[in-house]
């Protein structure tokens, strides 16, 4: 398992319709520790995805660092796994098929790869949909296998892109509770992007307020674990932490 360091982290992109430079990201830099679980706010455009793309190693940074573990990150890697909002899954694969293909990659034998595949669906309650392909699920039901699709590479550290902004508010609580407990039984370092506030607080150890490419603030979340949205909903300290970092996103 390994720590993560941006440090001075700069983006700047040639926009070919303006025919000029756009600073996406000016200077950020964050540690994050192992196991930890960090949200990152802010408003649109102010560089939250680039930054995910670059610790992804899925675009250059143009100044800075990107450290993982010491060793800085160009280009991707096993180590690194990315969930975005859309599913992006094999259509032609079934479930299992599609959460043993990081396994596949890396050379694990058939047997050994559908065991890994069938522990984590079964820690996302997927048993039963195994065989399934795709197209026969619901899309909370999808959005969970990409989850453990990432997860079955036992990244160390799991990039999540806005991953249940498409999903119905009963679905994407019941996703935003399984995610907890599975975080917190195999404690991969996940940094997530998300633009709901009460998704980043309830998620978080720490929350990060991105504004205009820089980081103004973080916030702590020391609300204890397990969360569930049944407490949580009715949580003073839950909601005095969601007010201030609406204020603060409102702010940036
Ligand atoms: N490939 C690109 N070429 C040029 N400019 C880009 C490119 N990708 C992003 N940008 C610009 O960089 C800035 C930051 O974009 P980015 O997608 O990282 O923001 P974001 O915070 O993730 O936004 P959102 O919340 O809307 O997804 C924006 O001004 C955007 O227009």
């Not at 599913?87 to 596949?104: I, Q, R, S």
């Not at 397990?226 to 932490?241: G, I, M, N, S």
Request: charged share 25%; net charge neutral; aromatic share 8%.
């Amino acid at each position: 398992m390994k720590t993560l360091s941006l440090r001075n982290l700069g983006k700047t992109y040639f926009d070919p319709y303006a025919g000029a430079h756009v600073t996406a990201v000016h200077d950020v830099s964050l540690d994050v520790e192992l196991g930890e679980f960090i949200s990152v706010v802010g408003p649109s455009g102010c560089g939250k995805t680039t930054i995910l793309n670059m610790i992804a190693g899925f675009i250059p940074y143009s100044k800075g660092d990107i450290l993982l573990d010491g060793k800085p990150v160009h280009g991707p890697g096993p180590e690194r796994g990315v969930v975005f909002q859309s599913f992006a899954l094999f259509p032609w694969k079934t479930v299992l098929d599609n959460v043993g293909f990081g396994p596949k990659m890396r050379g694990v034998p058939k047997a050994e790869r559908d065991r890994i595949a069938r522990e984590y669906l079964a820690l996302a309650g997927l048993s039963h949909a195994a065989h399934r392909y795709p197209n026969e699920l619901s899309g909370g039901m999808q959005q969970r296998v990409g989850v453990v699709r990432a997860l079955a590479n036992n990244p160390d550290v799991l990039l999540m892109d806005e991953p249940f902004a498409s999903v119905d508010a009963q679905t994407r609580m019941t996703l935003q509770e399984e995610l907890t407990r599975i975080w917190q039984e195999r404690k991969p370092t996940v940094i997530f992007i998300t633009h709901d506030v009460p998704e980043a607080v309830f998620l978080a150890n720490r929350v990060v307020v991105l504004s205009k490419g820089r980081v103004l603030d973080e916030i702590a979340v020391d609300l204890p674990r397990p969360r569930v949205w049944d407490d949580l909903v009715k949580d003073d300290h839950f909601k005095q932490l969601s007010a201030r970092v609406l204020q603060m996103v409102r702010a940036a």
